[in-house]
């Protein structure tokens, strides 16, 4: 069974989407987050997926009074990204009550510190992000592109004892057009025993249904939830 993984992405405190990470085609869904996370959590989902653009565009991390305010009022598991980039950040977001965080660019900038957050929290704590733009990793909410090939990054974290990846498309973010089925094929064939978390262009039920016959660990959905075409009824019945 998939786990399904809602998401929320924040800035200024407001339950937004972005459209291919573009901060100019931003729409704003709620200005509560904790108003849809507690939706979320009486629809049966257990899981929740936080986002701090505000944090990934400043380095550091800016909305954790948000994240603060849905792990104290939801019992959802909620793994945090974006602005996580030092010591003191990763403090501040497993204090303020994630149960793991998802961190991207700084397991390209800064591999050691990263590597260190492995082996000091363990690697079902930390989640390598993993995004790609033609299958080079993209950092920075993907404002920069790197030279380095999607599979190669994620299996020289596998060595080192990652157990979780998200991997966005970054092309298939935000356009409900689908996800990125062969990257999630391809990283299958490279690290098996990966939990690999799909993200990014998932536009109704049945891709939701094809990715979790490719036996994809979990997947995260965003837009397609905001716009009305997957409905919470529709994702209970993958909840376990």
């Known amino acids: 069974m998939i786990e399904i993984i809602p ?10 989407r972005l459209t291919q990470g573009d901060y100019g085609q931003k729409t704003i869904y709620n200005e509560n987050p904790l108003e849809v996370a507690l939706q979320f959590e009486d629809a049966g989902l257990k899981r929740l997926h936080l986002v701090d653009l505000d944090g990934a565009k400043a380095k550091k991390v800016v909305n954790w009074k948000v994240l603060d305010k849905i792990a104290s009022r939801t019992s959802l598991h909620i793994d945090f990204g974006g602005g996580v980039q030092s010591d003191d950040d990763l403090k501040i977001v497993f204090e303020n009550g994630a149960k793991q965080v998802t961190g991207g660019s700084i397991a390209v900038k800064q591999p050691d510190l990263f590597q260190n957050w492995i082996s ?8 390598l992000g993993a995004d790609a733009k033609k299958e ?105």
Not at 7 to 16: F, H, M, W
């Open 136 to 240: 080079k990793v993209a950092v920075s909410g993907w404002e920069e592109g790197t030279e380095i090939w999607v599979y190669d990054f994620v299996e020289q974290y596998v060595e080192k004892g990652i157990q979780y990846a998200i991997s966005t498309d970054v092309a298939k973010d935000g356009l409900l057009q689908g996800p990125s089925f062969d990257l999630y094929r391809n990283l299958q064939d490279k690290c098996p025993d990966l939990k690999i978390i799909a993200s990014g262009g998932v536009s109704g039920i049945g891709d939701v249904e094809k990715l979790a016959e490719m036996n994809v660990y979990g997947v995260i959905i965003g837009k397609a939830i905001y716009e009305n075409r997957i409905s919470l009824v529709d994702l209970q019945r993958f909840s376990n």
């Open 7 to 16: 998401a929320i992405d924040l800035i200024e405190g407001k339950c937004v």
């Open 120 to 127: 000091v929290h363990g690697g079902e704590k930390i989640i």
